[in-house]
Each structure stands twice: as structure tokens, then as C-alpha cells.
């Protein structure tokens, strides 16, 4: 081979690299190049099974025909639990009757400590109409990442705490995945923004 034809032959190999990977950024940008498994929109929440904190069983499909709001928290949490907690049952009173066409439900990812009576007890501190749930550790962890929640247990000296993604989601009346669900506005905003998926 002469070194002539060996430069041409590099100088194709490039540009035809060259042409590939513009072809594979457009396709990229398209949006059709997507790990093949991955769905096209993001799919948040999912199917569930758990114990609320009456002992009753509660399923994805006993939330149909109303919002709702779902926080993933333990009551053990010093501090983002309970205020985000707080501030949602301000924004049900805030909604007054309509309140009642709402759902916030709390879904521990303790479910060592946090059982039916321990998640009753707890919720006494706030609205009574949030649901609390519990159950299986499994059912739990695989709920939590169907919503993309991280956690994870962290020993203390004595016991121990858990570090946990605390994003509030809004899901409309058929349960699909709306949008995070903001507390960084007033009470008044956030109720309002609510009454638009009853
Ligand atoms: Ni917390």
C-alpha cells in the first residue's frame, strides 16, 4: 500500500466516523437512540398493596377518582417529615370541603418502627384525613423506587435514622404522575393549584 492510498483510506475512515456520530448525536436528539427498555415518558408511582394506619388494606386502585398528594417519609424524622406533613394539612384546611375530595398519603420507609399504631399515634399531630401506610419491607422498597424515592438507614450511636429522597408528588384521579407537588409558596397557591385536578 502507498502511503497515498493509505491517507485516503484514513481520510475515509474519518469522515464516515465523522458521519456516524453526527447521525448518532441526531438521532440522539430526537430522542430515539434511548436505552431500547426505557419508556418514552416518565413513569412515576405504581401498583401497591399496604396496611393504613387503621389496619385496613389499601391498594393504588382505593385512590382512583380523587388526587392525590404522596410523601414518603418516617415518623421517627426530625425535622422534614413533620413540617412537610404540617404544611400539607394546612393546605386541606385551607381547601375546606373540597379538602375532603383530596387524599395525602404518607407512605413510611420505616416500616421496622412505623406500624399501623405507631403511624395512628403520629398522625393524631396532624389532619386526620391523611392516610398513613405501612407494610412489607419488599412491597415498600419496590414502591419507593417506582417512585423514584431514595432511602437508606443510617446507625446512629443508639439506634437509627434514615436519609430519604422527601419529594411530595401529585398524582391525578385516574393515579398518574402529574408533577412534584411545591411547598415553597403560600398555603394559598398550593390549595389552589390543587383544586384544578378535582
Ligand atoms: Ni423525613
Redesign the pocket.
Known sequence: MTIRSARIILASAAALAGLVLCFSLVLLASGRLSAPSAPQTAAIGGPFRLTDQNGGTVTEQNLKGAPFLVFF??TH?P???PT?LFELSEILRKLGPDGKRVRVVFITIDPERDTPAALKDYLSSFDPRMLALTGDPAEIAALAKAYRVYYKKVPLEQDYT?D?T?IVYLMDKEGRFVSPFSLKRTTEAAAADLRRYL
Open positions: 417519609g418516617f424524622c425535622e422534614v417529615c412537610t434514615m430519604h422527601a
